[in-house]
């Protein structure tokens, strides 16, 4: 039987050719994944094993308790490791050298005058040359390393973004004013932190010092040792000669097995990820190939029949049907690990392209990814084929006798459609239990819904394949006449294989529409939260937390343009929900701000009280608030603020919700005294004429032009907040193509199939006079209103899911609230449509193409 | 089972006129060494309103004449005319739509649409040609062909005899010049075929048919006015008025020849 199943695949080369495809692209898709995060997983750790390859011992400074949050009088950091304690550390015997280093951010501005990075990415360090003047953990690329307090060696990259090159001054911030130094080095360097769009500035040592701790003073002494030394004894002398509780040492070994771990984490989580969205290409593939064997079996089924008349037992026909699946299954799953080792490569090359700097390092293709891709490929080819091997075994050996072409009566439906029904209605009924669940936690109880309202519509598909396709056909029908009828006549003949062919598409659609439309309702809901209530044309605020000088906000209305500058700053405090003071306590956190400008910089609402009564000194808590903890205006609330000092605080009004002002609000002269830091969080500018580019260059110049500020107008908030949206759902787009990729391939391989299927009445058609303009027309509205009844079915089932699952979204934006995105859905329709017609375009052409007397003949 | 009286009305008189015709008519497939000669410069007439058989043994090239005559299949040599027009000078979207406009299929099997309802198979030719169906003239199409209570049925729920009737239906339905039909008893147990030779003609003599028929069943051959024999791509006997007994007589004389050739 094994010959017989590889004679039909040899025989049936063309008609497997679309199954082979999506079984191809699935296991590309799980073997790309797997060698892509075994490749960058391996040069990870590569790289920080060479990083640590010198590290026999690692003392890093903890933050002593009583010296504040490990900051001296003059808000720089102490540490207990200083030159006294490395010189005894080097004294140890087996000590080979010990690296000082000091850490801190510095942060430059790039072309645009923006601060390069994100604050915490921004890196700083100290260049510790050894005897041949050169720091080997920092290679120069060019010029050579800081020697002196007036200068600074940089990245690569970070050169390269702020626009400067040796000899230049750069202007950088760490945490105060702009300081600037002469560019006398380019270094390179692989840390991922800084590759992955981050920056670093080099200092000598003492300039270092200077700039983050004290003199002499060290964040980490890095001890390495000579051949042959015990890593745990040295660990154990180097911990004898700390201070106690100030200082921690570790063995390179246990920071290696650390890091290993770290990066091993991070890399399943990736890995997990993409094949999830693999494992969904799959699923998609099996209904593909359930389609195909379904359909191959019914054509061959005289063959069968002979087969068992012959003497083929049940069970033989079966392993012949599952042998054929197998071979197919391996076949195309070795095609598609090749062009998975191909996307993992081309996967890299791309990222890296585009910033995520990745380690160098070979393509890594463990025997398990091998197995793993081929054992997926051909477990879901065997599976998928699985039923309709079934199908054949029931086939009577009489069969092959008959000499009427009488087409198989069609199955009940009524069993598959109790069971979707009741599937979908447990679906269903899960998610509208989630619709009222808010937390975040609830997210695997809303995926176990979805999962199951996605099943049972799927099972459901066929019946619902009749009215869809029925509307759809009444439009073809209108429009198209007689080739539109006989699309739907098509379309509708067999509601299994419609149904398993719009499922494919449908799977897709569904989770691309829930993502979009949970992704844009997030959005709209981040807009709403960047832009209501705030009128100001700029906020200004900085890269790290080091707030602004409160001064800066008079010095900025008065550049010319400026109407008014309000600026922010908060203090959180707990209250004390006492009788006769409202009930509502906890934390609660309460902005200051100019009174008098802040009106200009929001849209400020007040449901009761007024501003005046908080400039007479009280507390305006927003809507919200004040109906979540009983507040009303008049109440006088017992609160101590986070440094210790008691206040009693009157709520002098209530306001409409405000992103701005969050929570409640104050005049700032409440406020500055229970801060230890007294800095702006933000500043919020009104301009006369909206702002402009120069506008901007002006305020920024009126704040001491420091690389740390952020001056962002209101788009590049928007921007700045819903871009990131926009990144995700753009890459779950591109993630979830393949499964639409693959169930185009399926539309396709139906319609092929249909047409050969079909061969006598389309030589038929031709003969009683249909052009074979008429029969491409019919080959292509079938195919268009198989896509659509996938893509409206998908479309309605994700649009559910997003509103079910919407709550638990919610949850983190108070500003959540459904909204559809018409023209993305509309655009979406549009591409079924377009699907539906490139689908067809091959079958519709052999179709059309097909000999008539031989059509008219073919048996 | 006859046909209302009144004739169609376009119709010229009977007999006189010649609904499609073959002159040296040359059918040749393959090339060099393979090459057949299925037609070898055939001449014939088919009549206005008369009912034509086409007979001969397997390979005689009688389905190719049928092709050939009906615009299904190309012409090598000659020329091949229904009614005034040359079929070897017409393009495929003009073949198609003679076929659709001017003639009548009935095939062996398969002449149906699964999909459609008996009805909408009968009408499906005009609807093709986005026509209005003429329905006093399907009402009677329908009743003569005894299908009145089945045209909501699907093909699967008809007998193989139910439809053949649908087939004969159609080709009458859109009142064409002339039909082809291609073995239609071939598949039918013989009181089905008889029933559907009678609608066929009937159709000759009641409504002014043009009927060409191909068959190798001389019972079948026994309805038609005229019986053309092929063999070898030749035509090689006529016979009018023939009875079943006739043309098995003349079969059986083709048979023997071909034995002492």
């Known amino acids: 039987m094994l010959r017989t199943a590889l004679r039909n695949v040899l025989a049936h080369k063309a008609r497997l050719l679309m199954t082979a495809l999506a079984v191809l692209l699935g296991v590309a898709f799980v073997a790309g994944t797997l060698i892509f995060s075994d490749s960058v997983g391996e040069a990870v750790k590569n790289a920080s094993a060479k990083n640590l390859k010198d590290v026999a011992v690692s003392v890093k400074a903890t933050q002593d308790p009583d010296a504040g949050p490990g900051r001296a009088k003059d808000g720089k950091r102490s540490t207990a490791l200083d030159d006294r304690l490395a010189d005894r550390i080097r004294a140890l015997p087996g000590v080979q050298s010990v690296r000082a280093d000091v850490t801190g951010t510095a942060t430059l501005a790039g072309r645009d005058g923006q601060p390069i990075g994100n604050g915490w990415q921004n890196l700083a360090a100290n260049y510790q040359p050894g005897k041949d003047g050169k720091d080997g953990r920092y290679p120069l690329v060019r010029g050579r390393g800081p020697a002196s307090g007036g200068e600074i060696a940089l990245a690569e990259n970070t050169a390269k973004a702020a626009g400067v090159t040796l000899g230049d001054t750069v202007r950088f911030a760490t945490d105060g004013p702009v300081l600037t130094k002469k560019l006398v080095g380019i270094v390179a360097t692989d840390d991922p932190a800084v590759t992955a769009g981050g920056s670093l500035a080099l200092f000598d040592t003492a300039t270092a010092q200077r700039l983050y701790l004290h003199p002499g003073q060290f964040d980490e002494l890095v001890v390495a040792a000579a051949p042959g030394t015990d890593q745990q004894k040295l660990t154990s002398e180097v911990s004898q000669l700390l201070p106690a509780a100030r200082a921690q040492a570790t063995s390179g070994r246990q920071l290696a097995a650390e890091q290993a771990r770290m990066i091993a984490e991070q890399n399943s989580a990736l890995s997990k990820t993409l094949l999830t969205f693999a494992g969904i290409a799959l699923f998609v593939g099996v209904f593909i190939i359930a389609n195909t064997f379904t359909m191959l079996i019914s054509q061959r089924s005289r063959e069968i029949a002979l087969l068992r008349a012959v003497g083929a037992a049940r069970r033989q026909v079966v392993r012949s049907v599952l042998a054929e699946a197998g071979l197919l299954g391996l076949i195309s799953s070795l095609v598609g690990f090749a062009l998975g080792t191909g996307i993992a490569v081309g996967l890299r090359a791309v990222l890296d392209a585009n910033g995520a700097g990745f380690p160098d390092g070979p393509v890594v293709i463990s025997p398990s990814t091998v197995l793993a891709s081929l054992a997926v490929g051909v477990l879901v080819t065997v599976l998928a084929a699985w039923l309709p091997s079934r199908k054949a075994a029931r086939i009577a050996p009489v069969e092959a006798l008959s000499t009427v072409e009488a087409p198989p009566a069609p199955r009940s439906l009524v069993v598959r459609n109790t069971i979707g029904a009741v599937l979908t209605a447990a679906g269903v009924a899960v998610m509208f239990w989630v619709s009222t669940l808010t937390s975040g936690k609830d997210l695997p109880i809303a995926m176990a819904g979805s999962t199951l309202t996605l099943i049972g519509v799927i099972v459901l598909a066929p019946l619902l394949s009749r009215p869809l396709v029925s509307l759809a056909g009444v439009v073809t029908t209108r429009l198209f006449g007689v080739s539109g009828k006989l699309a739907r006549e098509n379309a509708l003949r067999n509601p299994r294989r419609t149904a398993a062919t719009g499922s494919a598409l449908m799977i897709g659609l569904t989770l691309i529409t829930g993502m979009t439309v949970v992704g844009h309702s997030a959005q709209v809901a981040m807009d709403k939260m960047a832009g209501s209530g705030l009128t100001a044309d700029y906020k200004v605020t900085t890269s790290t937390f080091v707030g602004l000088d409160p001064k800066l906000s008079a010095k900025v209305a008065q550049v010319p343009g400026v109407t008014a500058a309000a600026p922010i700053r908060g203090a959180g405090f707990t209250v004390d929900g006492g009788p006769g003071h409202g009930t509502g306590s906890g934390f609660g956190y309460v902005r200051g701000t100019n009174l008098d400008r802040i009106g200009e910089v929001t849209r400020l609402t007040f449901t009761q009280g007024s501003l005046a009564a908080v400039k007479a000194g009280g507390i305006a808590v927003s809507q919200t608030e004040a109906k979540e903890r009983g507040w009303h205006a008049g109440d006088t609330l017992n609160v101590e603020f986070y440094d210790k000092k008691k206040a009693r605080l009157k709520v002098a009004a209530v306001y409409a919700d405000n992103e701005v002002l969050g929570k409640s609000f104050a005049s700032t002269a409440l406020v500055d005294p229970h801060l230890d830091r007294f800095r702006d969080d933000e500043l919020l500018v009104k301009t006369a004429h909206g702002g402009s580019p120069a506008l901007a260059k002006n305020i920024r110049e009126a704040l001491g032009d420091s690389p740390l500020l952020k001056i962002q107008d209101r788009d590049a908030l928007r921007k700045e907040t819903a871009g990131q949206i926009d990144t995700i759902v753009n890459m779950v787009y591109g993630l979830l193509g393949m499964a639409v990729i693959i169930a185009v391939v399926g539309v396709v391989n139906t319609l092929a199939m249909s047409v050969f299927e079909r061969t006598r009445e389309i030589g038929m058609l031709r003969a009683i006079g249909l052009a074979r303009s008429g029969i491409k027309q019919m080959v292509r509205l079938e195919s268009v209103v198989i896509s659509l009844f996938g893509a409206v079915l998908g479309m309605g089932v994700g649009v559910f899911l997003a509103w079910a699952g919407g709550s638990l979204v919610g949850s983190s934006f108070p500003a959540y609230a459904l909204v559809l995105p018409w023209g993305r859905l509309g655009l979406f329709l549009l591409i079924a449509l377009v699907v539906g017609v490139l689908a067809a375009l091959w079958p519709a052409r052999r179709a059309a193409r097909l000999n008539m007397l031989e059509a008219i003949g073919a048996q | ?261």
């Not at chain 2, 659709?100 to 030719?125: C, H, M, S, V, W």
């Open chain 2, 1 to 261: 089972m006859s046909f209302a009286a009144a004739p169609r009305p376009a119709v010229p008189a009977r007999a006189t006129a010649v609904a499609a015709r073959a002159t040296d008519l040359s059918k040749v497939y393959g090339q060099g060494e393979t090459q057949v000669v299925a037609l070898d410069s055939v001449s014939v007439e088919f009549g206005r309103a008369r009912f034509t058989a086409i007979m001969g043994p397997s390979g005689s090239g009688k389905s190719t004449l049928m092709h050939c005559m009906a615009g299904l299949d190309s012409i090598s040599a000659g020329s091949a005319r229904i009614g005034d027009v040359e079929l070897a000078s017409l393009g495929d979207k003009q073949l198609t739509r003679l076929r659709r406009d001017k003639i009548g299929f009935i095939f062996q099997a398969f002449n149906l649409l699964p999909t459609l309802t008996a009805l909408e198979n009968i009408t499906l030719p005009m609807a093709i040609a986005g026509r209005r169906p003429d329905q006093e003239w399907i009402d009677r199409v329908v009743e003569t062909v005894g299908l009145s209570g089945r045209l909501g049925h699907r093909p699967a729920q008809l007998s193989g005899g139910q439809q053949q009737r649908v087939a004969v239906a159609r080709a009458l339905a859109a009142q064409p010049e002339i039909i082809f039909a291609d073995e239609p008893t071939g598949n039918l147990d013989s009181r089905s075929g008889a029933e559907v030779l009678g609608f066929l003609r009937e159709s000759v003599r009641a409504m002014d048919q043009t009927v060409v028929m191909v068959t190798h069943d001389p019972v079948a051959a026994g309805y038609a006015d005229r019986v053309v024999f092929l063999a070898d791509g030749r035509i090689v006997e006529e016979l009018h008025e023939p009875t079943a007994d006739a043309v098995l007589d003349r079969m059986r004389m083709f048979d023997a020849k071909g034995r002492t050739n």
